[in-house]
Each structure stands twice: as structure tokens, then as C-alpha cells.
């Protein structure tokens, strides 16, 4: 099966500093890739994704980017703000074989932004 | 609307109970997901349903029985769980689980067992 890295596991940032988030898959058949926020008692939530027939996708001041050959993705938040502190999950997933219907998750990344 | 509702938010259930966990979907998503989540950990995939039928059951002790009585409702039912399935249950869908769609997370329930 798929099997997705996620690093780091806990980042401090500066308010107004930017976050890079970063995540690899083992899986070439994987061809979907999102991340999810989870604040502290709350449900994960999709904040971006982005699909293999892309590189790079924007959302004000969220990021991803791809690299199919590395088989590398990642986030970058910019700006940050205090709101941005939670724990993010990268994710791999795939519509075809035996990953079909399963969400691959990171270990996840606690973020946390000081004012 | 992207809203997965769940009932109870908190459970709290002795090991011998049997207790039933609720989720229900109307944005006409036609697969359904339960997962279960351990602090500090990501969630972990217990069963799939797709178009009503289950589809992925991970190997899940018999203590977690699901169901999947119509397209909008999904359920979880509980018996004779140990304190080590106290967690966070998370419902989720998605538009169908045969090609790539986002998958929209419930609030969860709080399950602790004593």
C-alpha cells in the first residue's frame, strides 16, 4: 500500500513568517493529494488539494505544489497568523487499484504561529 | 452546504453497553466513510461504503458493527468495546468512492469507554 511521510512533525513560526510543510508518497499510482487542518477538538477540515495533472495550486495565502517525479508535495502558508496554529495532515489517495476508497494520511505537522 | 452531522458529540459507555454512533449526509454523496482518531494521531480508516454496500472494512474487530440503512445515513454500532477504542469517531464523505473526490469530515464523537 501507499505509504505517505510528512515533516516536520511540530513547527514554531513567527506571525507573518511563512510555513513550508513537507510530505512524500511512495505510491506512482497516487494521483491526489490534499491537506487537511485539524484545530485542537475540531474535525479535519480540506484546506487545498491538488491533482497529479498539476504542479502547483494557490488559495490566498496557501500553496501546494507537486513533484510527481520526486514524488514529494508540499505546503506553504504565507502570512501566517495565530488562527494558522493547528495540526496539518497531508494526504495521498488514488482512483484506481487497491488504494481506491482509502485516504492515505501523514503523521501530521503541529504548527504553531507566536504573535 | 459540505455537512456531515454526527450524533452523540460525547459518548461515554461501560465495556459491556451497546451503544450506536449516527452520521447523516445530504449532499447526495454516495460513499461513506467511518474513521477513528487517537490523539496527536491521523485518522485512521475503518470501513467504506460505496453506493450503500460496504465496500473496504480494515480488518475491524466484530465489536464495531456498521451499517448503512439508506444513501444519507450511516451508523456505527458498539458492544462490548475495550478502553483501548476510546477515541475520536469521525464519519466522512465524499461524492463516490470509485474515483477521486474530496471527503468532508463530520464534527466526530468522543467515545470513551470505562
Known amino acids: 500500500g501507499e505509504n505517505v511521510e510528512q515533516h516536520p512533525s511540530t513547527l514554531s513560526v513567527q506571525e507573518g513568517d511563512s510555513a513550508v510543510i513537507k510530505c512524500t508518497y511512495s505510491?506512482?499510482?497516487?494521483?491526489?493529494f490534499p491537506w487537511y487542518k485539524q484545530e485542537l477538538g475540531k474535525r479535519p477540515q480540506l484546506i487545498i488539494d491538488i491533482r497529479s495533472n498539476v504542479g502547483e495550486k494557490k488559495d490566498q495565502r496557501i500553496a501546494v505544489t507537486l513533484n510527481k517525479t520526486a514524488k514529494h508535495f508540499s505546503l506553504h502558508i504565507t502570512e501566517t497568523q495565530p488562527e494558522d496554529s493547528a495540526v496539518y495532515f497531508c494526504?495521498?489517495?488514488?482512483?484506481?487499484?487497491?488504494?481506491?476508497?482509502?485516504?492515505?494520511f501523514g503523521r501530521g505537522t503541529q504548527l504553531t504561529v507566536w504573535p | 452546504d459540505t455537512e456531515v452531522t454526527q450524533t452523540p458529540k460525547h459518548l461515554v459507555m461501560g465495556m459491556t453497553n451497546k451503544k450506536s454512533l449516527k452520521c447523516e449526509q445530504h449532499m447526495g454523496h454516495r460513499a461513506m466513510y467511518w474513521y477513528k482518531q487517537k490523539a496527536k494521531k491521523p485518522p485512521e480508516l475503518m470501513f467504506v461504503?460505496?453506493?450503500?454496500?460496504?465496500?473496504i472494512n480494515e480488518s475491524v474487530p466484530s465489536r464495531f458493527s456498521p451499517e448503512c440503512p439508506n444513501s444519507s445515513l450511516l451508523n456505527l454500532h458498539l458492544h462490548a468495546l475495550q478502553p483501548e477504542d476510546s477515541a475520536l469517531y469521525l464519519c466522512?464523505?465524499?461524492?463516490?468512492?470509485?474515483?477521486?473526490?474530496?471527503?468532508?469530515f463530520g464534527e466526530g464523537s468522543w467515545l470513551t469507554v470505562v
Open positions: 461504503y460505496s453506493y450503500e454496500k460496504l465496500s
Open positions: 494526504a495521498a489517495s488514488s482512483d484506481r487499484g487497491s488504494t481506491l476508497g482509502r485516504l492515505y
Open positions: 505510491d506512482s499510482a497516487s494521483n491526489y
Open positions: 466522512a464523505s465524499s461524492q463516490s468512492a470509485g474515483s477521486i473526490h474530496t471527503i468532508y
